[in-house]
């Protein structure tokens, strides 16, 4: 793995070792800009790495490009665990959506809020406009950036080339993600550029994929009600039926997505919560 890596005019990629879920090892971050340059994923905590970030990002003012700010797509540990440490380092602001803020409080300042729809134009040889979409779903205040004139999505966990993305029940949610990847399916973007592996050189077919996958999952979610009593069934009696074709080992994970598909049904009025926590199919 390479690094850094070029990815094409005015971008360039620098993955660093995370605490990511498996199989992922590593967050990507960008450096977007010819002149003006946003950081995007200040996500490794470790210091030998951190070393090596910052020395990154430091050399892009010998080739003429000059930091102006870092970029956080969202709040989990795998995408922030060096942003205080860089935006101090670097003298940059921390720019994030005001949800993630929020859930750093206390913890960070982030210094500027950027809203859905915001325009920021990174000056240049050839200036890169950049459409900030907040893209809530895989947690609340997370943010993707598009480049109107090249077609680049940066998209962060909204899908990977690597691993999969978690929704969980409390950060998680499942009506907004599908919502969210529709969205995105419908900037017709080149290129994606997730936080996990490679770019992605078909992001329409890929957040189309995507939708089909979760709504496939929920119908198995549906159907693994057949054989459970009438009166319903918990998380645990529906894990194995819903997701037997998931090895045991991320049943874990799997039953953190398996509340967020149930959460979206009972949204639905498709299944109902029962009062000794379980759910049941609602009638008809």
């Known amino acids: 793995m390479g690094r850094p890596w070029r990815v094409t005019l005015g971008v360039e990629r620098f993955p660093a070792l995370t605490p990511t879920l498996p199989p992922a090892t590593h967050t990507n971050s960008y450096a977007l800009g010819e002149r003006e340059v946003l950081l995007i994923e200040p996500a490794t905590p470790f210091d030998d790495e951190r070393r090596a970030w910052l020395a990154w990002a430091r050399s892009l003012s010998s080739r003429g490009r000059h930091p102006i700010g870092i970029v956080l797509t969202h709040h989990h540990v795998d995408h922030v665990g060096g942003a205080w440490f860089f935006a101090n380092e670097l003298r940059l602001p921390l720019l994030a959506h005001r949800e993630t803020a929020a859930r750093l409080a206390g ?15 990174l000056d240049g040889p050839h200036p890169m406009p950049l459409r900030v979409l907040h893209t809530p779903g895989h947690a609340p205040g997370h943010v993707c950036l598009f480049d109107e004139d ?9 899908v990977a080339s690597e691993g999969t993305i978690l929704i969980e029940p409390v950060d998680g949610d499942m009506i ?21 592996g ?19 999952r929920e119908a ?16 645990d009696a529906l894990l194995p039926v819903a997701y037997a074709d998931t090895p045991p080992l991320l049943w874990p994970l799997a039953r953190m997505s398996l509340e967020a598909h149930l959460v979206k049904l009972e949204r639905e009025g498709r299944v109902l919560r029962t009062g000794d926590g379980g759910y049941r199919l609602a009638a008809g």
């Open 198 to 216: 490679d770019p992605i050189d078909e992001p329409t077919t890929l957040f189309r994929r995507y939708i089909a996958h979760r709504l496939a």
């Open 150 to 158: 090249t077609g680049t999505a940066v998209v962060g966990d909204m």
């Open 176 to 196: 907004e993600y599908l919502a969210q990847l529709d969205r995105l399916a419908g900037l017709s973007a080149a290129v994606a550029l997730p936080a996990h």
């Open 107 to 121: 913890e960070a300042r982030v210094d500027r809020h950027i809203e859905d729809g915001e325009r920021i134009v």
């Open 220 to 235: 198995k979610v549906v159907a693994a009600f057949a054989p459970m009593p009438a009166e319903g069934a918990n998380l």
